[in-house]
């Protein structure tokens, strides 16, 4: 007893309540279960306390994630063939045949009895600590992104993440007698040629071992890509026709000056000669226009205006004087 009370690193008060916790139902009809009750939950308040203070920034969901996998049966176990408990158990003739004191089962619970009977003995706060004591190497090393996961669960995600079908689990054999079974799981992924064993007591057991050979050896042949750097968009030129072209630059062209009208004067006489059939006479303006050097002849004439005496002339009504 000397030894398991050092192994926990708490001393009881109450001798009787670490031997009851220590009891397995197959030994004696005062056994731990009861006290494995009380410290189930006393184990389930701690570890939230502990996360929620080691975890600031992680939300509620992931932390009851991690609190499952902290306080499931083969965590417990682990941490009870660390403190070497089951030097410890009181357990009937058969249990003790049959391996008993290597089952993870009893193991762990016998743990959460331990644990039960600290909080009887000592409080919640004695118990407390005891149990961030034992759980102080595996706090320091959990991933809130993975620990919860196990390894079935973590291979099956990377192969979805990059499309590849999921692996194929095939027991090969299994050996030994009914209740010491051992039993061996072949898991293969062809597409990446990965063909790994695994070995467990029992079928699960083997295939979560041969998951995490799969996803070693899947991560070893197939790292995660470098990311890529997205190119630059090239901007698409547009080529227009010549037709539209030239139009486009005959729009971007100076306006031409505006064609002008002759006065209204010039206007009647020239009417009324075209209509006698004869030419009316020159103005000066046309005299001065034939003199000057010839412009373009799509250019617009510029007329000039009769003096003010000889446009109202050309303008008075026949037979008036």
């Not at 979805?160 to 072949?186: D, N």
């Amino acid at each position: 007893m000397t030894g398991a009370m050092i192994n926990i690193g708490y001393t009881f008060k109450n001798k009787s309540l670490l031997e009851q916790a220590l009891t397995h139902r197959s030994h004696s009809s005062r056994h731990n279960e009861r006290l494995e009750f009380l410290g189930d939950s006393v184990l389930n308040c701690a570890i939230a306390s502990l996360l929620y203070d080691r975890f600031a920034r992680i939300d509620e969901g992931d932390l009851s994630r991690l609190r499952a996998n902290l306080v499931k049966q083969a965590s417990l176990a682990e941490i009870a063939q660390r403190i070497e408990l089951s030097r410890f158990l009181r357990l009937g003739e058969g249990e003790l045949k049959s391996g008993g004191f290597r089952r993870p089962s009893i193991l762990a619970d016998t743990l959460e009895a331990i644990f039960g009977a600290i909080f009887m003995d000592g409080g919640f706060d004695a118990a407390c600590a005891v149990i961030a004591r034992l759980y102080q190497p595996v706090l320091e090393t959990v991933d809130p992104k993975t620990l919860g996961k196990d390894a079935k669960t973590l291979l099956q995600e990377y192969l979805q993440g990059r499309k590849i079908a999921l692996p194929v689990y095939t027991v090969l054999a299994t050996h030994g007698a009914a209740h010491s079974q051992e039993f061996e799981v072949e898991c293969a992924i062809p597409k990446l040629d990965v063909q790994v064993v695994g070995i467990g007591g029992s079928r699960r057991a083997a295939e979560q071992a041969a998951a995490k050979q799969a996803l070693e050896a899947a991560l070893a042949a197939n790292p995660s890509p470098a990311r890529r750097v997205p190119k630059a968009r090239k901007t698409a030129q547009l080529s227009l026709p010549v037709a539209v072209a030239q139009e486009a630059n005959d729009d971007a062209a100076p306006p031409a000056e505006p064609r002008q009208s002759p006065p209204p004067a010039a206007r009647i006489v020239a009417s009324r000669d075209i209509a006698s059939g004869a030419s009316p006479p020159p103005t000066e303006s046309d005299t001065a226009r034939s003199a000057a050097p010839q412009k373009n002849p799509h250019a617009a004439p510029s007329a000039a205006l009769p003096p003010e005496g000889a446009l109202f002339a050309l303008g008075r009504p026949a037979g008036k004087k």
